[in-house]
């Protein structure tokens, strides 16, 4: 027997997508602000995954200057037709002048080049495309409903995709307005067909403890649809803000070659109260079909914490999450732009060019990050510090946006060192412990977290902590979980220095 365990991708990997092709199933999840964009990972069993690659990894390719925290990319949909990949997203918060919206890309190989976005006249959020059996094609999303009947009532449009001219065209058609009346954010919907019949797979209730999966049906692709009279189909709102896992929704459905479903779908794990410094999640859940209607973790009515893979043979796992974490893992991300714009590898570690971007704007600083994938974890970054200049420093950054963020830092003065422990708290900038150090050319930066308590240490020494809770979404607002990384930055001054990353070690505890 082989089971896998919940979370199937642990950290912030929300809003997951997936196909299947062949005997390998594929997974896209979002990823906002932070560039490469669109981690894509395929697993031959639902049980191991491994990332492939990013769909958005060329600046040419997107723009995302000046996008802020929490907006950026959205929602992936990842489909497979006639021997070609498509992906259709939305890019949220672009400024004035810069391309932005509902768009579409496509690679014959997902783990190689992706194509430049195709822009598509379409508002709203959260697309998804569908291929009918007499070979259209069909592009649906989520916008505002344009005559609501309450408060955040959303619409789910549909409309014919043409592939050959790279356009939209037709009559539009609302075919959802919501499961519930009252409901909000219908959202992430997903068109399938099974047995003659379409379904409407769809969230409900926003992106955090009211989420939900609801489904829907029609003898037609164009409607009207029906709702299951069970919806929600899944939900863990009524279990709780003590549940172990709280906004469970935004599904997407495969089916495997040996006939049996699965659904993949966001949740958060709490601890330390209700917080989720984590941020959301990707989760396996199994799907029977019953009169007609999908029935998500049959017998239990919620996400499992372990799942049983029939016909999963034992494989080789993937690459351990502990351990140093040299350049070329796919886990590296930076903010808005590409890593190879102020870094390079060197060794282990890396070469990183001090930039004047603050880590406070919107733009691209020079910060190597990963995300936090456990509650309890050590991290250790050793850092060359001597080509640093005065007025310039380096640090540890724990991240989940400009206005929010703790670091462990060293900032360079014109006598000596200063070590500080830093917090950020909606805009407002805290020095929480500062001591003058002996100025020295290495110096090792480090985290010890332990569910919500974050040490900070400089060469083995805690110099102060931090409180997660103050740092997740359930605080700070936003949809991310926190990043972890080292950043250099000149606050601002021109600067021709560089500092070196010749470890960084993530170690789960």
């Known amino acids: 027997m082989v089971y896998v365990e919940n979370p199937i991708l642990p950290g912030c990997y929300p809003d997951p997508s997936i196909c299947r092709v062949g005997e390998y199933y594929y997974l896209v999840t979002s990823t906002f602000e932070v560039f490469p964009a669109l981690p894509l990972f395929r697993s031959r069993d639902l049980v191991t995954w491994e990332q492939i690659g990013h769909a958005i990894d060329r600046p040419d390719q997107m723009s995302f200057d000046g996008v802020k925290s929490s907006q950026g990319i959205f929602a992936p949909t990842i489909r497979h037709y006639d021997g070609v ?51 259209t094609v069909w ?52 068109l399938f067909r099974k047995d003659g019949e379409y379904f409407l797979l769809a969230a409900e209730g926003g992106t955090a403890h009211h989420h939900s999966v609801m489904i829907a049906k029609s003898d037609n692709l164009t409607g009207p649809y029906r709702g299951n009279p069970g919806n929600p189909i899944l939900t863990h709102r009524h279990l709780g803000r003590h549940c172990d896992v709280v906004g469970a929704g935004h599904a997407d459905l495969v089916e495997a070659s040996d006939g049996t479903w699965w659904a993949v779908l966001l949740g958060m794990r709490t601890y330390g109260g209700y917080h989720y410094n984590l941020g959301r999640e990707t989760f396996l859940t199994p799907v029977v079909w ?128 200063t070590a500080r422990v830093t917090h950020r708290q909606a805009g407002q900038h805290s020095i929480l412990h500062e001591e003058p150090v002996e100025a020295s050319q290495k110096v090792t930066l480090g985290l010890r977290a332990r569910g919500q308590d974050y040490q900070l240490t400089i060469n083995g020494a805690s110099i102060g902590s931090i409180d997660g809770r103050l740092l997740d979404t359930v605080s700070t607002g936003g949809f991310l979980g926190l990043w972890i990384g080292v950043f250099a930055t000149s606050d601002g001054a021109a600067t021709t220095s560089t500092v070196t990353l010749t470890s960084f070690e993530y170690t789960a505890r």
């Open 85 to 135: 990949f498509y992906l259709v997203c939305t890019l949220v918060g672009t400024p004035e002048g810069t391309p932005g919206g509902n768009f579409l890309i496509t690679a014959t190989d997902p783990a190689e080049s992706w194509s430049d976005p195709i822009w598509l006249d379409a508002d709203g959020i959260d697309p998804s495309i569908f291929f009918d059996t007499d070979g």
């Open 139 to 190: 592009i649906h999303g989520t916008r505002l409903a344009e005559d609501p009947e309450w408060r955040q009532q959303t619409e789910v449009w549909l409309r014919q995709y043409d592939p050959q001219q790279e356009v939209l065209r037709g009559p539009e058609t609302v075919i959802w307005t919501g499961a519930l009346k009252g409901g909000i954010w219908a959202e992430a919907p997903h």
């Open 290 to 417: 019953e009169d007609g209607w999908p029935i998500f973790a049959p017998g239990e009515g919620r996400v499992p914490h372990r799942v049983y893979v029939p016909g999963a043979e034992a494989r080789e796992s993937a690459p351990p999450l502990s351990g140093v974490i040299p350049p070329g893992d796919q886990r590296w991300t930076a903010l808005r732009g590409p890593i190879d714009s102020f870094a390079q590898p060197v060794g282990e570690g890396w070469e990183i060019a001090v930039r004047p971007t603050r880590i406070t704007e919107p733009s691209t600083p020079a910060f190597l990050g990963v995300r936090q994938q456990h509650m309890d974890v050590d991290i250790t970054a050793k850092v060359i510090t001597d080509q640093l200049e005065a007025g310039e420093r380096t640090g540890l950054l724990i991240r989940q946006s400009e206005s929010d963020h703790a670091t462990v830092e060293i900032h360079r003065g014109h006598h000596g060192d």
